[in-house]
């Protein structure tokens, strides 16, 4: 049978309804009376006809699928093995990433579930995304538009939806000489992608293969559209900045149908917007062109794990820590993750560049000799390690495979691409349950001589509930003047620029459904987790109770969102939303003008008409 001439059904049922529905999306909704508009379901009347459907199919050339979730498999316990196939899958994010049913993230407690769309066009060009976006629009649906697949708070899952799935759309294109259309700047040298592209297959193109370097992030399966939208921030962030601030231009279908370009010079509030203001809320970028960066010789990386002996040691080697930092790490050189761990551990993974071994070696020798000496309250678990490594080969899957294969794993499947792989440190995020998620921006001002104890002392008191990890390359303050510079243009919150790190707290499990049988989560241990989460997230906030947020990496119950998110600039971004989308096509819980809908986004309250 021809795809385009698919007959749809105009009332299918959805999938995957053993699922339990979210909680919130009952418990916050609005009475009738108090709503105006309400988007269609397929069991209402308004929903589209399978001819309307079947139009929709022609005009995407047979790109519109009818979404059928692998999990059926596991209602049926004639399909054990099948089942068993599908949550092997789950812990794979190129399958994942490669099925319209599934999402990175299988659900967050008492928050969501993943769930499938009822229907998806699997747009392969602009022109299915316009078509997709003008039914969804026409016909009063619900619009999820999804790349990479990899919100932790469920914004491109909804059930009884329309995506716009935007995977096969994933060229990429470099540049020697790109100038952004209607400006006069200079030429320079660039990357385009496609909004399906991911970071890994972009940094083999970029800098495996063309010897540059482009600003995106450290999970390399994570959607470009999406980080850039979110802000974005990878190991060298404090170097060259943010991914939204390597944006030169993008394409993007407004809600309207109209393709519009946007840059410094067109659309210049919509290129401000997207630059951070959250995806899935002004329109469906389409293309992105983003800033390449002449490749340095040598990145490095500093490793290593110490434990404590006791409570009072423990208190020692974090002040020693941060007092290093502040004073020999505190710069654009440096990035990733320090974790202050339960159990007086301090487990330190971070990356540099514009810094040679020697000079490295030479930066952590006093706080190295300060654990080594003191053998009676400190053991190094795992011993320090400090090695540099060829900048070209940062990303190149062959090259690691051969140097460390543990570092990284493959895409197994039959016939995957060779190029499919990813880090062995993000295995848990694919597929994974979340049981609690807090960050915050930790201010810089913190790291001053008379701040330091109260960091330290506030560091220890929320590591005796969770483990808080230190993500430095997610502040800019310290880094370099062009990171920060170009920071302030974008819509990111503001309190970045002033953040030495972003603190996160989270907790996570393996792939799990609520309602389905036998793969359910553990709730007791994910409500343990969610207690402790919290407990260690009030003792870090007491530091900065209005730091913000990072919306990409944050609570579900984010309170006080539009600050936390956006700080001054929501307003701002707000009045664009609604000169674009002043209906509210485009959709997303704690999205940028969210606030007068329901949870689930399928009715709008009659205060904001």
């Not at 009952?26 to 001819?51: F, K, M, T, V």
């Not at 389409?286 to 010789?297: D, I, K, Q, S």
């Not at 190149?396 to 895409?411: C, E, G, T, V």
């Not at 990072?550 to 936390?564: G, I, K, V």
Request: glycine residues 10%; charged residues 20%.
């Amino acid at each position: 049978m021809r795809r385009r001439d698919l007959l749809i059904g105009a009332a299918l049922t959805p999938v995957a309804r053993w699922i339990k529905p979210r909680p919130l999306a009952a418990a916050q909704g609005a009475s009738n009376s108090s709503q105006l508009l309400r988007r269609a379901r397929p069991s209402d009347p308004e929903w589209p006809s399978a001819a309307s459907w079947n139009r929709l199919n022609e005009q995407t050339e047979g790109r519109l699928i009818t979404v059928k979730s692998p999990l059926a498999a596991c209602q049926d316990s004639r399909s054990e093995a099948a089942c068993r196939d599908v949550f092997k899958g789950l812990k794979n994010p190129y399958y994942i990433g490669d099925h319209a049913a599934l999402t990175q993230t299988t659900g967050y407690l008492d928050a969501w579930t993943s769930e499938p769309s009822v229907y998806a066009v699997a747009a392969r060009n602009t022109a299915d995304v316009v078509a997709a976006v003008n039914f969804a629009r026409d016909n009063n649906l619900r619009l999820v538009v999804r790349g990479g697949g990899h919100s932790y708070l469920g914004t491109s899952s909804a059930p009884d939806s329309l995506m716009i799935w935007t995977r096969a759309m994933n060229d990429i294109t470099l540049h020697d000489s790109f100038v952004p259309q209607g400006c006069e700047d200079p030429p320079q040298r660039a990357v385009t992608v496609g909004a399906g592209a991911i970071w890994m297959h972009v940094y083999n193109a970029v800098t495996s293969r063309g010897g540059r370097y482009v600003q995106g992030g450290g999970c390399g399966t994570v959607g470009v559209a999406g980080l850039v939208q979110g802000g974005g921030f990878g190991s060298y962030s404090k170097n060259y900045g943010t991914a939204a601030a390597s944006l030169l231009e993008a394409e993007i279908v407004t809600a309207d149908g109209a393709v519009r370009i946007a840059n410094a010079r067109s659309n210049a509030d919509l290129f401000w917007a997207v630059r951070g203001g959250g995806g899935g809320t002004f329109g469906v970028v389409t293309r992105l062109t983003l800033r390449t960066h002449e490749l340095p010789e040598i990145f490095g990386f500093a490793n290593m794990t110490i434990h404590a002996t006791s409570s009072a040691s423990f208190r020692k080697l974090v002040s020693a820590f941060v007092g290093l930092y502040a004073d020999r790490l505190h710069n654009r050189h440096w990035g990733e993750i320090v974790n202050v761990k339960p159990g007086n551990v301090l487990d330190i993974q971070l990356s540099f560049l514009g810094l040679d071994k020697q000079q490295a070696e030479e930066l952590w020798q006093p706080f190295i000799r300060f654990v080594t000496e003191a053998e009676s309250e400190f053991t190094f678990t795992r011993p320090p390690s400090l090695r540099t490594g060829p900048a070209a080969h940062r990303w190149d899957a062959a090259y690691i495979k051969q140097r460390a294969p543990q570092a990284i794993l493959s895409d197994e499947r039959p016939g995957a691409p060779a190029e499919n792989v990813f880090w062995a440190a993000n295995l848990s995020e694919a597929g994974h349950f979340i049981h609690g998620f807090e960050s915050l921006w930790l201010p810089a001002s913190l790291l001053s001589d008379v701040e330091r104890p109260r960091l330290v002392e506030a560091l220890l008191a929320a590591a005796q509930h969770s483990t808080v990890e230190l993500h430095f390359q997610k502040g800019l303050a310290g880094g370099s003047e062009a990171a920060i510079a170009s920071a302030k243009e974008t819509a990111t919150n503001p309190a970045v620029i002033d953040a030495f790190a972003l603190a996160i707290i989270a907790s996570e499990g393996p792939p799990a459904y609520p309602g389905l049988s036998g793969h359910e989560p553990d709730l007791a241990d994910a409500r343990k987790n969610a207690t402790a989460i919290a407990r260690a997230v009030g003792e870090l906030g007491k530091l900065a109770p209005d730091a913000g947020a990072y919306l990409a990496e944050s609570s579900f119950f984010q309170p006080n969102w539009q600050q936390a998110y956006w700080g001054p600039n929501y307003q701002r971004l707000l009045e664009i939303k609604q000169t674009y989308d002043p209906a509210g096509l485009f959709f997303v819980r704690h999205g940028i003008g969210s606030d007068g809908w329901s949870d689930d986004g399928f009715a709008r309250l009659a205060a904001h008409q």
